[in-house]
């Protein structure tokens, strides 16, 4: 018998698959409801949200509930938006930031964690990692073509940059982001949680 997404987020957040290549050890951070219409992919955990165990706890996480026109009580309420990332866990840092979220993470569970959200509506991808896993036919495009081309991905998926405060250069360079991307994601994320959004 299949578990249920509760049996499975809970296997998830014991997972100790890459224990011995985490700096700071393994707190996988996730979360997400059968009910929920809108799912959030970002990367992989900060140390802040590894610290607070919360999803988006940090500036990333203040200029994304922005741009979704959401106040934090309805980002938070699993039951509406699913957060699961492309890794669980902090990986650790490299020259220019974080290092990539762990290939096992999305290898080990995510096709299961996406096969109980059936209500899905709207799947925003943040960042070049959950680009290429959600939206494998842009391989081979920036994520700046990816993102303009938006239109060709459909109604059900939404390519953006990283919210990270290490993206303004690409904002500064970008401004036609803010004035044609940000409101049709609040557009969107309205009409995928409905009236009540």
Known sequence: MEPTLETLLDQVRACRLCEAELPLGPRPVLRAAATARI?????????AVHASGVPFDDPSGVRLREWMGVD????????????????????????SGDLPPKPLCADTWRDALLSRLPDLRLTLLFGQYAIAWHLPEAKG???????RRRADWG?????????????????????????????????????ALGSSG
């Open 72 to 95: 934090d009580a309805t980002f938070y309420d699993e039951s509406r938006i699913a957060i699961i990332p492309m890794g669980f866990c902090y990986p650790g840092r490299g020259k």
């Open 155 to 191: 109604t059900a998926v939404l390519p953006m940059p990283h919210p990270s405060p290490r993206n303004n250069l690409w904002l500064r360079r970008n401004a036609w982001f803010e004035h044609e991307v940000v409101p049709e994601l609040r557009r969107r994320v309205a009409e």
């Open 141 to 147: 495009s920036s994520l700046t073509e990816t993102v």
């Open 39 to 47: 799912l959030v992919v970002g990367q992989a955990p900060g140390t």
